[in-house]
Structure formats: C-alpha cells, structure tokens
C-alpha cells in the first residue's frame, strides 16, 4: 500500500491518539526547538519521540521518518496511519480482560450490596451474576 507523506502534524496526531504524554514544548518552557512526547509500555519501557516546532504540515523526509517509526515510535507505517487517522491505537502487548470477565460494577455490586464472599464471585460465570444481581433486586435476597 501506498502512504501519504507523513507530516508533523500526523506524527502530533498520532501521539494524542495513542494517549503520548507532553513533557516538553518549544514555547520557552525547556529552551528546545522540539515537542517531546512520552509514552509508558505495559511491559514497564518509555518511548520518546520528538516534534520539531510548530507541528504543521511539514513533512519528513523518508530517511528520518523511517528512524522515527522504527526507533521512536516502534509501530509499522500501517499502524500508524490506523492510529493517526481513525484513532485505532496499536497493540504494545497491554493486559487485556478475558472475554467473559465479569464487569467491575457487577463485582461490587455482588460484593457489597448482595452480600457475596470474594470466592463466591469469582466462581461465577457472567450469565450466574447478573442472574444472582435479579433475583436480589426482584427478592431483596
């Protein structure tokens, strides 16, 4: 597939998208000529990446912005462009909820107004839960 000429304004977008933190500006605050961005990786690392000032609609040269995917950024062109344009961030390996995880209101509803032990909860399915939540609400037990 064919990309468009990235921008720094798309490298900006892609940052907030994703949830990047700010931690520098070029407005005077760090004396720096570059927006720095940080984002902390589930497995514990920090990317860094670097906007020249201001973030418009410059675009990088294929050399460098090969270094900024592959080094600062760590994503493919494809991940990218999915995250800069439609806001679909790429997968770094987060903890994701099983599939039939019970939702966190449920649990504390089942806990403190029910009157179930911890145990009790986690060895119900999703289905049982909410059955067990009814019958509270319809039976006041």
């Not at 900006?12 to 720095?36: L, S, V």
């Amino acid at each position: 597939m064919t990309w468009p000429q990235p921008t720094r304004e798309d490298h900006e977008r892609f940052c907030k998208n994703e949830g990047w933190r700010r931690i520098r500006d070029a407005r005077g605050r760090t004396g720096t000529h570059h927006i720095t961005y940080e984002l902390d990786l589930p497995a514990g690392g920090i990317l860094r990446t670097r906007i020249s000032h201001p973030p418009d609609r410059t675009t990088y040269g294929p050399g460098i912005w090969a270094h900024i995917l592959r080094d600062q950024l760590q994503v493919s062109e494809e991940e990218f462009w999915a995250c800069a344009r439609d806001g679909i961030v790429p997968d770094r390996g987060g903890p994701q909820a099983p599939p039939e995880a019970l939702p966190a209101d449920l649990v504390h509803l089942l806990i403190h107004r029910v009157g179930l032990t911890d145990t009790e909860v986690a060895r119900m399915s999703r289905g049982e839960a909410l059955a067990r939540l009814q019958l509270f609400w319809s039976e006041g037990s």
